[in-house]
Every structure is written in structure tokens, then in C-alpha cells.
């Protein structure tokens, strides 16, 4: 069961119980009163005949020619004719024998009130009678010679008529508040509960790693806090979540960047051993083959914790050194000039010398890509360009090759991490699409600017552009 119906079911029974428990207890004591009300009038009126009678009785002497029956005859013939009385009476002796009786008094076989009577003492009593009721009220008067029972009655029907009437009444009054106040709390319920089925909803898209969805309740009670808690845990996770992302996909970046810079030096590597293994050499050859082999392996070294460095903290620890740009481009010949060899490529270095505050190893790793790709890219017997422009303000270093060139609609996209253009040509030639994006990472913690301009079957120019300082 629902929360609403919980709160919709109990607030309905309380209000009801509630609401029967007032309406009795209020119509109940209106009832008593107005009983009460007309047994005291009942028991003055019944009184005033009570002494007159017993005044009249004082002076009867039992030698008068008047006889007891005729005298209280005499004096009730008065009393019904002086004022408007609303009793019945009958006067009884001790014994209960009647004396004295009104045509209209109500007979009843059961008479408790008479019974057990002392005097200066009122008896009543209220007795259904055909389906109506009466109250009858006795006194005795202690006449010592005659004792007599002034016994009356009243038909007080009209009260329990009209008791009845107010609880027809109040049940209709119940009825139409109830239904009322049902459908009142029905909607109620449903909008005080809303929040918190909304609550529930936010649980569940947290749940299935929607982080982005946020509970919209404005209300200042305790919702609208709870509300505003869950915003700022999710907001909380989903900051937490993104940090961990982001620390994975850095992992993930130097992974596959390490592993795209792993491919150049141990190629360089296993060329050399294998040189050295196969083939007749000098000791001079040998020593350059093994120093190469040496160099190249402290290269994986040193370059493995600089990426670890570089995808981590991005430029805010770069190694900014004055350094001689001819020196990178003639570091960058040596280490691919086996791939040069082997598909016959001129790489031709237009320059003046010219320092500039970069980070050798990363401008190296840069260059290195750049220059591969266009060896990839050129042909048998073709050349690769590398030339230093001296601008005013920017120093600009551009590679050009003859080779197959990249489609226009390919330009905007190149730069994504693990985006080729060829899918075939990057299979034959080992690539999963790393290198440029490596080298955009680079240009970009240089505060550099990399622009790529090509044609298809007409080759590729990659342009960029460093501050002098």
C-alpha cells in the first residue's frame, strides 16, 4: 500500500470516528439537558399542586360533612380551571387506592415511583408506553390522619421525536462531510505525497546511472530540504563519478599513447638486433648498432614516465628549455631515418636556427608522429619537407608531403583520439589513430596552434605555429 493511501485511509477513519464520537457525545448531552429541563418544570408544577393539596388537607377535620374525595375534588376542579396546567394527575391513599384520576392520565400495570416513597420526598420515573413515553413523578403528603400520593404524569414523546430527528439529521450532516472530507483528502494526499513519489523516481534514475536528473521541488518544509540533499548528493557522486572517469580515461590515454610511442624505438630496436644477429659487421658497426639499441631503450624509458607525466598534469609541469629547433629535427632524422631507408624518402630540412622555449622530449614525440604519418602516407621514391618560417610574433614548423592526402570531410575529425581516415591503409600500416591527437595534446600545452591542409592524391601540409618566448 502507498504512503498516500496510508495517510488518505487513517486520516479518513479518524475524521470519522472523530466526527460520530463529537455528534454523539453533542446531541447525547443536548438530549439530557433538554430531559433534565422538563423533569425539573415537570417536578415544580407537579410541587404547586403537591402543597396546595396539603394546605387544603390541614384544616379537613374527619367530623366535616365534606368528605376527604370530595374536598380534593373540589380543589383539583380549581386548579385545572385557574391555569393551564400540562399534568395529569391522580391522587392515591397509602394503599394506592384511588382517590382522585384525570380522564387522559396514561395507565401504566408497573409502577416503581410508588413504591418505597417517604415523605418530603419526589419520586420519578421516565416508562415507554405504546411506543411513546411518559414521565410520571409521586409525592407523599404526610397528612396524619389521611397520607396521600400526589401522583402525575406527562407524555414527553416530543423530546425523544425530536432527538431522533437531530441524529437523522446529523447522519446526513455525517454522510455529506465525510464525502466530503474523502474526496477533499484524496486530492489532499495525492499532492502532499507527490514530492515523495518523486523522491522515489529520482531513486530509481540514480539507480540505473542516470546522474543528471535532479529532483524540482520548491517547497521550504522538511521535502523541499530533503529534496535539496538528494540535488547535492547526486551532484556529489556524479562529480565523483566524472573525476574517476576522467582518471580512467587518463590512464586509458597514457596506455594507448605509451603503447602508440612503444611502436617507433622498438622498431629501431628489434632492426638493430636483428642487424646485429644476421648480419657480418665491423666493430665499429657494432658499436653503433648497440649504442643505437641503448639509446633507444633509455628513450622508452624516459619517455614512458614523461606521457605519465604529460596526461596527468597536462602543461603545468612542462620542462621548458631555450632549445635549438634544428637539433629536434635533426633527433627526429635519426630515429626514423630506417623507415626513410625503406621506402626510399628524401627528408629535406629548411631552417634557420632558430631557440625556443619547449619541451624537448614532448616537441620530439610531436614531430616524430608528424614526419611518420607522412612517411605513411608518401609513396616509394617520394620527400618529405620539414620547414622554420621566422613570422614576427610566431615561429611556424611545417611538414608537407606528396602522399595520398586526407579527404575534406575528414579534417575536422582527425585530431579524435582513435580516429582514422583508412581503415585498411592504418591496418598495413600498424595505426589505431593516436598520433595526431597525441600531437594536438602537445601543440596545445605549448600554448601552439596545429592547422591541417590537404588534398587528396596531392599530400598533406601540417602547419604550426610556437611563441618565441
Known amino acids: 500500500m502507498k504512503l498516500w493511501q496510508k495517510f488518505y485511509i487513517i486520516t479518513i477513519v479518524l475524521l470519522i470516528l472523530a466526527l460520530n464520537l463529537i455528534g454523539f457525545l453533542f446531541i ?48 383539583m376542579e380549581k386548579y385545572t380551571k385557574s391555569i393551564n396546567y400540562n399534568l395529569n394527575y391522580q391522587i392515591l391513599n397509602n394503599n394506592n387506592e384511588l382517590i382522585y384520576k384525570d380522564i387522559d392520565f396514561p395507565h401504566s400495570k408497573n409502577n416503581p415511583e410508588l413504591e418505597n416513597i417517604s415523605f418530603n420526598n419526589t419520586n420519578y420515573i421516565i416508562k415507554p408506553i405504546n411506543g411513546k413515553y411518559y414521565l410520571y413523578i409521586c409525592s407523599m403528603i404526610d397528612n396524619p390522619s389521611i397520607p396521600l400520593k400526589v401522583h402525575c404524569a406527562k407524555d414527553i414523546s416530543t423530546l425523544y421525536e425530536d432527538n431522533r430527528s437531530n441524529w437523522v439529521l446529523f447522519l446526513k450532516i455525517d454522510l455529506f462531510i465525510s464525502i466530503l472530507f474523502a474526496v477533499g483528502m484524496l486530492l489532499i494526499s495525492k499532492y502532499l505525497t507527490r514530492p515523495i513519489e518523486e523522491l522515489t523516481f529520482f531513486t530509481k534514475e540514480i539507480t540505473s546511472g542516470n546522474y543528471s536528473h535532479r529532483v524540482k521541488i520548491e517547497s521550504k518544509d522538511e521535502l523541499g530540504i530533503l529534496a535539496d540533499n538528494f540535488n547535492f548528493m547526486t551532484e556529489t557522486i556524479q562529480n565523483s563519478i566524472l573525476e574517476l572517469n576522467s582518471e580512467n580515461k587518463k590512464k586509458e590515454e597514457f596506455i594507448n599513447n605509451f603503447t602508440h610511442e612503444l611502436k617507433t624505438p622498438l622498431t629501431s630496436i628489434i632492426g638493430y638486433s636483428n642487424f646485429i644477429k644476421t648480419s657480418k659487421y665491423d666493430e665499429k658497426t657494432f658499436f653503433e648498432a ?6 633507444e631503450a633509455k628513450y ?19 620542462e621548458l628549455n631555450q632549445i635549438n629547433i ?21 627528408l629535406i630540412i629548411i631552417s634557420p636556427s632558430q631557440n625556443l622555449s619547449l619541451d624537448y622530449d614532448l616537441i620530439k614525440i610531436l614531430l616524430k608522429n608528424l614526419i611518420d604519418n607522412s612517411i605513411k602516407a608518401s609513396s616509394q621514391n617520394s620527400k618529405i619537407l620539414i ?23 575528414h579534417l575536422d575529425k582527425i585530431l579524435e583520439p582513435f580516429y582514422v581516415v583508412d581503415q585498411s591503409r592504418s591496418r598495413r600500416n600498424n595505426g589505431i589513430g593516436l598520433g595526431l591527437s597525441i600531437c594536438h595534446e602537445i601543440v596545445k600545452a605549448h600554448n601552439a596552434e596545429l592547422k591541417i591542409s590537404s588534398q587528396l592524391n596531392l599530400g598533406t ?8 618566448f
Open 461 to 468: 601540409t601540417i602547419s604550426i605555429s610556437f611563441d618565441y
Open 290 to 295: 648497440s649504442n643505437y639499441i641503448y639509446n
Open 300 to 318: 622508452l624509458e624516459k619517455i614512458s614516465f614523461k606521457l605519465m607525466d604529460f596526461i596527468y598534469s597536462k602543461k603545468n609541469n612542462l
Open 326 to 346: 634544428i637539433d629536434v629535427f635533426k633527433d627526429v632524422e635519426n630515429t626514423l631515418s630506417q623507415k626513410l631507408i625503406s621506402k626510399n624518402i628524401d
Open 28 to 75: 447525547q448531552h443536548s438530549h439530557n439537558n433538554i430531559l433534565k429541563k422538563e423533569i425539573d418544570s415537570s417536578i415544580m408544577e407537579q410541587k404547586f399542586v403537591y402543597y396546595q393539596l396539603k394546605l387544603s388537607l390541614s384544616d379537613f377535620e374527619e367530623s366535616s360533612s365534606v368528605s376527604i374525595e370530595r374536598l380534593i375534588l373540589k380543589m
Open 387 to 409: 620547414r622554420g618560417i621566422c613570422n614576427p610574433n610566431k615561429f611556424i614548423v611545417s611538414i608537407e608531403d606528396f602522399g595520398v592526402g586526407i579527404p575534406k570531410e
